[in-house]
């Protein structure tokens, strides 16, 4: 078992910045890769970007390249998605995730652990 604990969220204005955390306890955190996702009333867990065990990959969506930079310290534990230029649409639930893909993969159906998620809310 990992268990995942986000952090970091809150209400910032259209253009600032926000530093979410991943912190995980249990399983030798090193061996997972993990992930970032969205969710919005109504609609499914959106990919965000993720980042393999070894930190050499990683992979954004679309909307996040360019603003958003994900991260890993293995020694600490924990994952952090950097989110720069903020925009409304990125307002939601941000839920980090892990599993032991030999790939990075968008599918949210295919991790295995989730934490309990961070609010984000981007005013305009």
């Known amino acids: 078992q990992v268990q995942l604990v986000e952090s970091g969220g809150g209400l910032v204005q259209a253009g600032g910045s926000l530093r979410l955390s991943c912190t995980a306890s249990g399983r030798t955190f090193s061996n997972y890769n993990i992930g970032w996702f969205r969710q919005t009333p109504g609609k499914g867990r959106a990919f965000v970007a993720a980042i393999k065990w070894t930190s050499i990959n990683t992979d954004y969506a679309d909307s996040a390249k360019g603003r958003f930079t994900i991260s890993r310290d293995n020694a600490k534990n924990t994952v952090s998605l950097q989110m720069n230029s903020l925009k409304p649409e990125d307002t939601g639930v941000y839920y980090c995730?892990?599993?032991?893909?030999?790939?990075?993969?968008?599918?949210?159906?295919?991790?295995?652990?989730w934490g309990q998620g961070t609010q984000v809310t981007v005013s305009s």
């Open positions: 995730a892990a599993n032991s893909a030999p790939v990075l993969l968008r599918n949210p159906g295919t991790y295995n652990y």
